[in-house]
């Protein structure tokens, strides 16, 4: 049985806090980057079983809770900076997924995957014979 395999990183942006950006690198095991040209500007590479996890194991409880690691990342950005959130990843090389997600710092986001993009063009391009690149 073949396992998925993501690959995540995000663009550069500015945050309030760097502490508190810090720390939530370290609560995902998020790799931190800064912009070569701007040291204000902060990022972060991330790999593992989830890139971006959507729940967390409680040793309190000995369950899984629900986490919105993208909506606790958008609290932390300064106001008027957004931040976008790249996922790739893969299983075996049978499946190919990719999305990005554009976050602000109010809250707000937007995503597109890779098979979004595709009916995209080909609603663009008109009626054509296409498989998914998939299995």
């Known amino acids: 049985m073949a396992n998925y395999e993501?690959?995540?990183?995000?663009?550069?942006?500015?945050?309030?806090?760097?502490?508190?950006?810090?720390?939530l690198c370290g609560k995902y095991e998020w790799d931190p980057i800064h912009n070569s040209t701007d040291p204000t500007l902060v990022g972060f590479l991330c790999e593992g079983e989830e890139a971006f996890p959507n729940s967390r194991f409680n040793e309190a409880t000995g369950e899984y809770d629900e986490v919105d690691?993208?909506?606790?990342?958008?609290?932390?950005?300064?106001?008027?900076?957004?931040?976008?959130?790249?996922?790739?990843?893969?299983?075996?090389?049978c499946y190919l997924a990719g999305w990005t997600t554009i976050l602000t710092w109010d809250g707000r986001r937007h995503t597109i995957s890779l098979d979004d993009a595709a009916a995209a063009a080909q609603a663009a391009l008109g009626p054509l014979q296409l498989t998914s690149p998939d299995y």
């Open 69 to 93: 690691c993208l909506e606790e990342l958008a609290a932390l950005l300064e106001e008027g900076w957004a931040a976008e959130c790249r996922e790739i990843g893969y299983e075996k090389m």
């Open 6 to 23: 993501p690959r995540g990183r995000s663009s550069y942006f500015k945050v309030k806090d760097p502490g508190a950006f810090a720390a």
